[in-house]
T-cell receptor
Framework: EAGVVQSPRYKIIEKKQPVAFWCNPI?????LYWYLQNLGQGPELLIR????????DSQLPKDRFSAERLKGVDSTLKIQPAELGDSAVYLC????????????????FGEGSRLTVL | AQSVTQLGSHVSVSEGALVLLRCNYS??????LFWYVQYPNQGLQLLLK??????LVKGINGFEAEFKKSETSFHLTKPSAHMSDAAEYFC?????????FGTGTSLTVIP
């Protein structure tokens, strides 16, 4: 079974430039998460989708960040314009809502997209 | 508010020694608990999970964790450290569809 796929793995841009990250969750996983991970810290939620609906975006800086999940599968996270403080790793994770077969909706993470803003 | 505390941001052990990484959660009701491992430049990988079925949970790579309600703890252990265990470890708690992560413990294994 394929895992969560993210791209690009690494991105270096200058401040004020736009950047976009893409995530393809595990097939059948209804819930998709975008997390921000700063160096030496744990992941912090940016936005959570249930199918195509953003059900928790309270931590998403909406002045410069946007996200979408068309058709309830793939998702993109965009930053425009990027600031120096946005340098971090952006993690995508997915989980399935259905319980059973030992699942309690645990998160499965992609490898992350490391952003460096110069 | 739901929170997770990991005591010790850095832990060093000798190869072959016991690994003990500490995690305490704040909740009046036992939640779902998880340990994740993160190797350099990779995402988080699930090590093990507590679902209330058993207080001692066995995970991958020889790790296990014991849920202690009286101490609100879920410490991660491994009897004998291997060089490949060097990584960042995160404890997490789930309430509904919200996950809360600790700040992580960096494990160094000394040859």
């Amino acid at each position: 079974e394929a895992g969560v796929v993210q791209s690009p793995r690494y991105k270096i841009i200058e401040k004020k430039q736009p950047v976009a990250f893409w995530c393809n969750p595990i097939s059948g996983h209804n819930t998709l998460y975008w997390y921000l991970q700063n160096l030496g810290q744990g992941p912090e939620l940016l936005i959570r989708y249930e199918n195509e609906e953003a059900v928790d975006d309270s931590q998403l800086p909406k002045d410069r960040f946007s996200a979408e999940r068309l058709k309830g599968v793939d998702s993109t996270l965009k930053i425009q314009p990027a600031e120096l403080g946005d340098s971090a790793v952006y993690l995508c994770a997915s989980s399935q809502n259905a319980r059973g077969r030992g699942s309690i909706g645990e998160l499965f993470f992609g490898e992350g997209s490391r952003l460096t803003v110069l | 508010a739901q929170s997770v505390t990991q005591l010790g941001s850095h832990v060093s052990v000798s190869e072959g020694a016991l690994v003990l990484l500490r995690c305490n959660y704040s909740s009046s009701v036992p939640p779902y608990l998880f340990w994740y491992v993160q190797y350099p430049n990779q995402g988080l990988q699930l090590l093990l999970k507590y679902t209330s079925a058993a207080t001692l949970v066995k995970g991958i790579n020889g790790f296990e964790a014991e849920f202690k309600k009286s101490e609100t703890s879920f410490h991660l252990t491994k009897p004998s450290a291997h060089m490949s265990d060097a990584a960042e470890y995160f404890c997490a708690v789930r309430r509904g569809n919200q996950f809360y992560f600790g700040t992580g413990t960096s494990l160094t294994v000394i040859p």
